[in-house]
């Protein structure tokens, strides 16, 4: 069984949508070790305890960044945590964090990244005229919004489409890409080649292409 780690700044939907794909098993060999957050009234900390959830809190306010990192590592590393999963997690992770879980950290972004880093992409996305926006789930590397793509899912914008509308269509595809990436990543059926997250045989296909 591999114990995430969830971290979270706010309402946890995403949260909620990994603790319910776990509790229907549509989502096997997974368990929440921890929820930890960096706000104490977070909403999602209160979905956690009414779930029966170990809970966290690392007040980051007032904190230098990696005084702060160091304690959310350790209270990682003392739940045994394998797998960290950034859940609407509103902190950039210092380097030390980012290399104590390498290619161990994962983060949902609510566009179709490399597009609309950062804050408010859904804003970003209608600004700039694109028919279609999403979400993608991708390992954290030490820059933001960055690392290996593990899935995305696309949606239209439609027309007379607000930032809460767009949002709101975003957000049910998260629902359903967070659970499957974290499946990928724990099936071991999954491997990074030339910066892709690939199927381990569509790989091996493309190198034995490669060398012949
Ligand atoms: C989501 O849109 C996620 O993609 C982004 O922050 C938001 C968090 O929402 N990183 P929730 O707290 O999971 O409801």
């Known amino acids: 069984m591999k114990r995430l780690g969830i971290l979270l700044s706010g309402r946890g939907s995403n949260f909620i949508a990994i603790a319910d ?3 229907s098993h549509r989502l096997m060999g997974a368990e929440i070790a921890i929820v930890l957050s960096n706000v104490a009234d977070a909403p999602g900390i209160q979905a956690a305890k ?36 950034l859940a609407g997690y509103m902190r ?86 967070y659970p499957e990436a974290i499946a990928r990543v724990l099936s071991d059926q999954y491997v990074c080649s030339d910066g892709r997250y690939v199927r381990r045989d569509s790989s091996s296909a493309h190198a034995r292409a490669v060398s012949t």
């Open 21 to 23: 794909a776990i509790k």
């Open 50 to 85: 009414k779930r029966g959830l170990k809970t966290v809190v690392v007040e980051s306010k007032g904190r230098a960044r990696a005084d702060h990192d160091n304690e959310v590592v350790a209270r990682l590393n003392q739940h045994r945590v394998d797998l960290v999963c």
């Open 92 to 177: 950039i992770l210092s380097p030390r964090f980012v290399q104590s879980f390498q290619q161990r950290i994962l983060n949902i972004h609510p566009s179709l990244l490399p597009q609309f880093p950062g804050l408010h992409p859904q804003r970003q996305a209608l600004a700039a005229g694109v028919a279609e926006s999403g979400c993608t789930v991708h390992f954290v590397d030490e820059q933001v919004d960055h690392g290996t793509i593990i899935l995305q899912r696309s949606v239209p914008i439609l027309p007379g489409d607000d930032e809460d509308s767009l949002a709101a269509r975003i957000l049910v595809q998260e629902h359903g890409a």
